[in-house]
Nanobody
């Protein structure tokens, strides 16, 4: 069973940075597309960024373009989300998720296509 564990969340001032990590165990991530999603209180979950199993293709939500960067380290079986120039509206619980390449051969920000989810990490942007 693939298990995902997020870390790196916390409280940061507007304009600050955080790097979220999504560490996998049980199976190598090589055969999975990875997505980062977030859910703010009272709002629906939204896809933030996704990276293909090869790492060659990424996608990002328009509102975080040029601020968030997704990457993966196959040797560490970990995917990262670097978040810069954070804004209060980025406050949410952030989740990473994995989808088999048979379902997501490239990238996807559609949460229903992902089968494995982490427990989430809280990101709060506030002064």
């Amino acid at each position: 069973q693939l298990q995902l564990v997020e870390s790196g969340g916390g409280l940061v001032q507007p304009g600050g940075s955080l790097r979220l990590s999504c560490a996998a165990s049980g199976f190598p991530l090589d055969d999975y597309a990875i997505g980062w999603f977030r859910q703010a209180p009272g709002k629906e979950r939204e896809g933030v960024s996704s990276i293909s199993s090869s790492g060659d293709t990424t996608s990002v939500l328009t509102s975080v373009l040029d601020r968030f960067t997704i990457s993966r380290d196959k040797g560490k079986n970990t995917v990262y989300l670097q978040m810069d120039s954070l804004k209060p509206e980025d406050t949410a619980v952030y989740y990473c998720a994995a989808a088999s390449v048979t379902v997501v051969p490239g990238v996807s920000l559609v949460g229903d296509q992902y089968d494995y989810w982490g427990q989430g990490t809280q990101v709060t942007v506030s002064s």
